[in-house]
């Protein structure tokens, strides 16, 4: 993954909502020195993307949520890329090619297809 800072990472989430049909608005829900929590809300009331970056581990973890429960995700922590697969969101698969170079907005491509492909909307 590309060198990632807090501004090249908002700038992600801004396409990726505007791109998005099904996100409403985005939240920056907590700040600190080192970490930043975003949030993208869709059309279905309990249903978001939460994005958390921690500035000095450099971890980036992608989550979709229904229901305060985590059915989706991808992560990167300590240098490699994982994802939490829908219908097993507590497994890791590990993904040696990575989520490219704009990781948020290909994990909301990846998003946007199990939405519909399960119709959660």
Request: aromatic letters at 12%; hydrophobic letters at 45%; charged letters at 25%.
């Amino acid at each position: 993954m590309p060198e990632l800072t807090l501004q090249t990472l908002r700038e992600q989430i801004e396409r990726a909502a505007d791109a998005c049909w099904f996100v409403q608005f985005v939240e920056e829900i907590e700040r600190t020195p080192i970490t930043t929590t975003f949030r993208l809300y869709t059309i279905r009331t309990g249903l978001f993307v939460q994005v958390f970056w921690g500035a000095r581990s450099k971890t980036l973890s992608l989550v979709l949520i229904e229901s305060e429960q985590r059915i989706f995700g991808a992560d990167f922590h300590r240098g490699r890329w994982h994802l939490h697969p829908f219908g097993a969101a507590d497994d890791h698969v590990f993904l040696p090619k990575g989520m490219g170079d704009t990781p948020v907005e290909r994990f909301m491509e990846m998003v946007e297809a199990i939405l519909v492909e399960n119709d959660l909307l």
